[in-house]
């Protein structure tokens, strides 16, 4: 489960996907379907939550990793590198970082 905090021992990828409207749903379906068949299987992974834009011009990817290095292990394993690809050729552009939680509030 997701849960975001300054106390949370993380990291998180916040990887912003830009994409034709009419290939929006084909990127989240991609991303999902990674998600559920690799990506939470590989070491040092938390949570993902895929999120779209209302204009359908944005696919944000919002996932959490226990270290960066789980991360950066990520993006050398074979499977996870065929997804990554599948996205790629989707997206017009992607911009994925890492980052740590600094503040959060709410209601």
């Known amino acids: 489960m997701a849960t975001i905090g300054i106390d949370q021992d993380v990291v998180t990828l916040v990887n912003v996907f830009t994409v034709s409207p009419e290939r929006q749903q084909q990127l989240v379906d991609l991303l999902v379907e990674a998600t559920r068949k690799v990506m939470n299987r590989l070491p040092g992974y938390v949570s993902a939550n895929i999120h779209r834009s209302l204009d359908g011009t944005k696919v944000v990817n919002y996932a959490q990793w226990r270290r960066a290095e789980d991360f950066e292990a990520m993006?050398?394993?074979?499977?996870?590198?065929?997804?990554?690809?599948?996205?790629?050729q989707v997206a017009t552009s992607i911009e994925p970082h890492l980052y740590q939680v600094v503040f959060t509030d709410q209601a």
């Open 75 to 88: 993006l050398q394993d074979a499977a996870a590198q065929v997804h990554m690809q599948a996205a790629s």
